[in-house]
């Protein structure tokens, strides 16, 4: 049976592919990163429509660091956003998970997913930052097949 959120989750997902599909076109990487920062947004709202909220705890964190990438490089900034990243990790591990998710791992595979989006995000290179979001998004690919 299919649950009453899943044509909005999948609604949500197709939103959060277009727009990453869109940001990946852009030659800018500020303009790459702010349409990245909108897909994990629309991506959280979809983990959270398939009550997911491990996954949807790191698209939010993937949210927040695209969007401050957006408007700095900076190593403290990077730093700070690795750092939410890893407390976001331990939330799974120190029980904060429903059992069904974390038992399934994709709350791991979810984070580190976002782990390798932090370092893609801040590096300055254009090609480096899609190479890494590339990777990354491979990752989410194996957390949803996980779900």
Request: hydrophobic share 65%; net charge positive; no cysteine.
């Amino acid at each position: 049976m299919i649950a009453p959120d899943f044509p909005l989750s999948q609604g949500l997902a197709a939103l959060a592919f277009a727009l990453g599909v869109l940001g990946f076109l852009q030659h800018s990487r500020q303009r790459l990163l702010v349409l990245w920062a909108l897909a994990s947004t629309a991506n959280a709202a979809h983990f959270l429509a398939l009550a997911a909220p491990v996954s949807a705890l790191f698209a939010g964190v993937s949210a927040l660091r695209f969007a401050v990438a957006a408007v700095t490089t900076s190593p403290v900034a990077l730093g700070l956003i690795a750092l939410l990243t890893v407390a976001a990790l331990a939330a799974p591990a120190l029980g904060f998970a429903p059992a069904s998710e974390a038992e399934s791992g994709g709350g791991w595979l979810a984070g580190l997913a976002t782990l390798l989006g932090v370092l893609a995000a801040f590096q300055r290179d254009e090609r480096r930052v899609r190479l890494g979001l590339l990777l990354s998004t491979f990752l989410w690919l194996l957390n949803n097949i996980a779900l």
